[in-house]
C-alpha cells in the first residue's frame, strides 16, 4: 500500500505537524496516540500493545510484528527510562526519529504513535520544569503523552493535571493516571477515578485512556494476582460518559487468558508491554506470564540460539552482579549495553528482533485482537481529512463546582489509603 494514492492520502492529512516538520520526506505514518485509541475502540473488545521501546531491538521486532499483523501499535518509553535521568538509550527526544527511521527502513506502513508513557510529576516543584521540558519532547517528535501525577494526592493530581495541559498539542494522544501501580495495595476505586476524569471535564480536558492500580505491577509480576478485571470493568463503565479507554499497565506477568477477558470485559485500548519485550530480545526463557524464568539458583535462564551471545550474557551478568542488581533492576543494563550489542554480527541482532517479532504478533493477534486495526485507524484519518479526529466527549461538568477550593473539599472526602510508601516507579 506504501506507493498508493490512499496511502499517500494518509501520509499527507494524517501526520501531525510535529512529525511533517520533523520528517517532511517521509513515508513513515506516525500519528496521534487518539487515533490509535479511536482504531481499537472502532474494531470493538480489542486493544493494542503500547510497546516499551528500551532498546533498538524491541522497536525494531515490535514494527515488524504490527506490520505483520495489520495492527496499530504505539511505541513508548516512560520518563524513568528515557527522560532527564534515562537508564535506556532511547529517550524522549529520539525515539521517534528511531522509529521514523526504522519505518522506512522496513517499508513500515501501519500507524504509529509515539508515547511518552509515565511523565511522572511527583511534587508541586516538577510543575513548573515540565512546562519547559514537555513542549521539548513534543518538538522531538511526541504524539502522546501520559501525565502521572499518581504520586501525590487526589487533588494535586488533578490539579497538576490541568496546570500542565496547555504544554499538551489539543491533537495529542493524553493519559492521565490515578493510583500508584502497587499491586494489591491502595487499589483505585470509582470514586478516586470519577473525581479525577470530571474534575478534567470541567476543565475541557478529555483525556484519551485512565490508567489504574487495578492490582498488577510493574516488572516481574510474582504473586500471581494480576490485573483485577471485575475492578476496572465496573470504573470504565463509571467513565463511559466521558469517553474514557484504559491504558493497563503491567501486562508483562499476567496470563493470556487473563488478557483477553480485559479485552472482553473493559474498555481498554491499550496494553503497556516492558519488560516481557526486554526479557525476550536478550534471549531468556520466558513463560506465557512474559515472566523470565528462574534457574534453582534465582538466575535468569539463558536459552541457547536465541537473543545475545552467551558471551554477551555473561558479560552483562556480570555487570549486574557488580553493580549489585538482581531481578527488575536488570532494567538498568540497557544504557550500558545498548551500543554492545549494536555491535554484534548480523545473525545475532537480527535474532534478537526477530524473537521479539515473534512474541509481539502473537500478543497483537491472539491475545489483544488488534490484527487488522491499522486498516481501520486509516479510516478514520480519511474520514476525519486531518491529524486531529477531536475529543470522545463533549464538557459535561459545571466549572463552578471545580474550583481549587471546591476541588480540594471533595478530594477531602475520597479514600485516603493509597497503599504504603515506597518507590513504585515504573
Not at 161 to 182: M, Y
Not at 200 to 217: F, R, V
Not at 293 to 301: C, E, M, P, T
Request: charge should be negative; charged fraction near 25%; proline fraction near 2%.
Amino acid at each position: 500500500m506504501a506507493g498508493s494514492a490512499e496511502y499517500q492520502k494518509v501520509l499527507e492529512v494524517g501526520r501531525p505537524p510535529n512529525i511533517q516538520k520533523l520528517f517532511p520526506h517521509s513515508q513513515a505514518l506516525l500519528v496521534s496516540g487518539k487515533v490509535i485509541d479511536r482504531a481499537l475502540i472502532a474494531k470493538g473488545k480489542a486493544m493494542t500493545m503500547a510497546a516499551n521501546g528500551r532498546s533498538y531491538f524491541v522497536i525494531r521486532g515490535a514494527l515488524l510484528a504490527a506490520q505483520r499483523a495489520n495492527s496499530a501499535i504505539i511505541i513508548e518509553i516512560a520518563r524513568s527510562e528515557g527522560g532527564a535521568n534515562a537508564y535506556c538509550a532511547v529517550n524522549y527526544w529520539n525515539m521517534a526519529r528511531i522509529v521514523d527511521a526504522l519505518c522506512n527502513e522496513l517499508g513500515i506502513t501501519i500507524p504509529v504513535a509515539i508515547h511518552a508513557d509515565h511523565y511522572g510529576i511527583k511534587q508541586e516543584s516538577d510543575i513548573e520544569p515540565a512546562k519547559v521540558e514537555i513542549p521539548s519532547i513534543f518538538d522531538a517528535g511526541i504524539t502522546s503523552i501520559a501525565i502521572d501525577a499518581s504520586h501525590m494526592a487526589d487533588d494535586k493530581n488533578l490539579l497538576a493535571n490541568i496546570s500542565l495541559n496547555s504544554c499538551i498539542p489539543e491533537w495529542a494522544g493524553l493519559e492521565t493516571e490515578v493510583g500508584e501501580i502497587k499491586g494489591t495495595q491502595g487499589l483505585s476505586t470509582v470514586d478516586d477515578a470519577s473525581f479525577l476524569i470530571k474534575g478534567l471535564n470541567a476543565y475541557g480536558i478529555c483525556a484519551d485512556w485512565i490508567a489504574l492500580n487495578n492490582g498488577t505491577t510493574h516488572g516481574i509480576e510474582a504473586d500471581g494476582q494480576g490485573i483485577q478485571v471485575g475492578l476496572t470493568g465496573d470504573i470504565h463503565a463509571a467513565l463511559a460518559p466521558y469517553g474514557m479507554s484504559g491504558a493497563q499497565h503491567g501486562t508483562s506477568g499476567n496470563s493470556s487468558e487473563r488478557l483477553r477477558e480485559i479485552c472482553q470485559k473493559t474498555a481498554t485500548t491499550k496494553a503497556n508491554v516492558a519488560t516481557a519485550l526486554q526479557m525476550v530480545s536478550w534471549g531468556l526463557e520466558v513463560n506465557d506470564y512474559g515472566n523470565a524464568i528462574l534457574d534453582d539458583s534465582g538466575n535468569f535462564k539463558k536459552l541457547d540460539g536465541e537473543g545475545v551471545t552467551r558471551e554477551m550474557w555473561e558479560q552483562m551478568v556480570a555487570y549486574a552482579d557488580e553493580k549489585g542488581w538482581t531481578g527488575g533492576a536488570y532494567k538498568q543494563l540497557n544504557l550500558p549495553f545498548e551500543t554492545k550489542l549494536l555491535g554484534q554480527s548480523r545473525e545475532i541482532r537480527e535474532r534478537m528482533s526477530r524473537r521479539v517479532e515473534e512474541f509481539v504478533y502473537e500478543m497483537l493477534v491472539n491475545v489483544f485482537s488488534a490484527g487488522d486495526s491499522a486498516d481501520l485507524a486509516k479510516e478514520l484519518i480519511l474520514k476525519a481529512d486531518s491529524y486531529d479526529v477531536g475529543a470522545k466527549a463533549e464538557c459535561i461538568e459545571d466549572l463552578t463546582e471545580w474550583t481549587e477550593e471546591k476541588i480540594k473539599e471533595r478530594a477531602a472526602t475520597l479514600d485516603s489509603d493509597k497503599g504504603p510508601e515506597g518507590d513504585f516507579d515504573d
